[in-house]
């Protein structure tokens, strides 16, 4: 059973940092491509980055572009988000996500087979 699990999430003032994480288990995470999406109240869920198997960063929002790296380590079967200049806007529920191959672009959320429960980040003004 595949099971991704995020944490890292909490309450950070606007300026700040946090590195959310990933742990997967019941797959050969080395053969899946993993991405970060992000849901605020009210919202549709949005693309946030994406890396591929190898650590190729894939893809990522405009939006974090400068702000966030998404990275990973296969031996430890976890994906990360170091996020830093943290903005209110960016307060959300973060998901992680994984796929093996990628039929659509990076960025649907229907290019992925498998999703974590979410972690909050909360950034304060």
């Known amino acids: 059973q595949v099971q991704l699990a995020e944490s890292g999430g909490g309450l950070v003032q606007a300026g700040g940092s946090l590195r959310l994480s990933c742990a997967a288990s019941?797959?050969?995470?080395?053969?899946?491509?993993m991405a970060w999406f992000r849901q605020a109240p009210g919202k549709e869920r949005e693309f946030v980055a994406a890396?591929?198997?190898?650590?190729?960063?894939?893809d990522s929002a405009d939006s974090v572009k400068g702000r966030f790296t998404i990275s990973r380590v296969n031996v430890k079967n976890t994906a990360y988000l170091e996020m830093n200049s943290l903005t209110p806007e960016d307060t959300a529920i973060y998901y992680c996500?994984?796929?093996?191959?990628?039929?659509?672009?990076?960025?649907?959320?229907?290019?992925?087979?498998?999703w974590g429960q979410g972690t909050q980040v909360t950034v304060s003004s």
């Open positions: 019941g797959l050969i995470f080395s053969d899946y491509n």
């Open positions: 890396i591929t198997h190898i650590g190729g960063v894939a």
């Open positions: 996500a994984a796929t093996r191959y990628y039929a659509r672009s990076p960025g649907l959320t229907s290019s992925y087979d498998y």
